[in-house]
């Protein structure tokens, strides 16, 4: 599951200089520093094979799984490629502490000479792969891995994938709290999802790489740091995918609970999902603290701004989900909208159209009601209360519900403009009601010159006797 906020746009006034250095420098390790990585793990592994050294560890590491083994163990080839050999050998954390502690070749073995000289050669090579020598292994800790590991990546997907959801977050937080501390947070963040491969990935020999865990940590002081802000935010399940607002600190537990799955799911992924959950807790934890030291965040100092551009997000989201037909999903939203500002026309017309869909709810008779209700001032006016009206009192269940005040207006205004129809409708709604209104003989007189105009004599008579004797 993937899950991007979708806040606000890049503010250039404010330019995020720390977000945009910190990609920079990313894009600079993998294509300057990493580049020739490939050659030179190559070059280990194949003095790893040529030496012999790998045929002298994957014999101790048969004997070694041999005297491990257990039910569920599948069997082992007598001899792999040389590729394969390491990667079973060096992803075994048991043997590879044991072998590096001269615990498995031991001093007193004929072999261990040999091997402890061809070994010393092999980890010189690998120390030259940045990659390895710069990634975080819990095994063999270093202080400058722990900050290291974040600026290296595994391939060009890695980091485009990490550089977009540092692009997205980053920004927002550097916004927030200002360059010097984004940029202290981001390393502290990042050192904290560092902190639970220490704790659950402890004594491992493959090295940790990639911004993700930092970045995560970004996502987590997000949540917090907006709080109870409403973002409008972009998701994709599987094939589906759509836009939702909800509160910021909503996507804090949806961030975990991903991870978690993912965890459970796939125990023995290449992807490190414990440093995606520790640097997710690490920021939500930075951010707390500070909130808690009053620390001055600058998206509560802009609320007018971020409020009405907030409006506006939701009340797109709310017009796409009417485009599509999603109702039901976009009534909420637009009613919230309308309680927020309920003189917005745009607002109260596409919650009269999504309120149809219950036309015995108030909500649909109160919005309704509200748009017949207002004054007439331009030709826009005017075709809009001609479609609320026929849009209400053909959808309208038990029937309409307008007040006599406002029939009584609706019918001398519809009799002005000529709409014969529709005043028809009001003329019968009020004989049945036996309302009077002001003025109700003259506009019965109107009405029968309209039915007139219609070629419909008959109704005309009526009206003009109803006019002659208007109920009491």
Known sequence: MIIIPLDRKLDWHNFPVVTFGIILINILCYFVWQSGDDGRYLQAIDYYGESGLGDIEWKYYL?????????????????????????????????????????????????????????????????????????????????????????LHGGIMHLLGNMIFLLAVGFLVEGAIGHAAFLICYLLVGSGSAGFDFVFRANDFTPSIGASGAVAGLMGMYTVLYWKKRIRFFYFVFVYFDYVS????????????????????????????????????????????????????????????????????????????CDRLEYRRALPVLSELHAEQPENIPVMVLLHEAARIDAQGDVFHRVSQRLLSRPVVDSADKQLRKEIFRTYFKHARPGPRLNR?????????????????????????????????????????????????????RKSELYRGAAASPPG
Request: net charge negative; hydrophobic share 45%.
């Open 63 to 151: 004997n070694y799984k041999s005297q491990h083994a257990t039910a569920e163990l599948e069997p082992l080839p007598d001899k792999p490629d040389t590729y394969l050999q390491y990667s079973l050998i060096v992803r075994d954390d048991g043997f590879m502490k044991k072998l590096l502690s001269d615990q498995v070749v031991t001093p007193d073995n004929t072999e261990y000479p040999d091997w402890k000289k061809k070994r010393k050669q092999f980890n010189q090579l690998l120390a030259k792969v940045v990659y390895i020598n710069w990634g975080l292994r819990t095994a063999l800790p270093r202080w400058d891995s722990i900050l290291g590991h974040m600026f």
């Open 246 to 321: 909800l509160p910021a600190i909503a996507l804090l537990p949806l961030w975990i609970g991903n991870e978690v799955f993912y965890i459970l799911a796939y125990p023995d992924s290449n992807v490190n999902y414990f440093a995606h959950l520790g640097g997710l807790l690490t920021g939500a934890l930075v951010a707390a603290v500070i909130r808690l030291l009053h620390f001055p965040v600058s998206q509560e100092k802009d609320e007018p701004n971020q409020a009405a551009e907030d409006f506006s997000q939701r009340f797109e989201w709310a017009q796409s989900l």
């Open 405 to 457: 005040l406002l029939v009584c207006d609706l019918l001398d205004w519809f009799i002005g403009i000529g709409a014969y129809r529709e005043a028809e409708l009001l003329a019968k709604g009020i004989a049945k009601k036996h309302w009077q209104c002001e003025q109700l003989s003259e506009m019965l007189y109107r009405l029968a010159d309209l039915a007139e105009e219609h070629g419909e004599l």
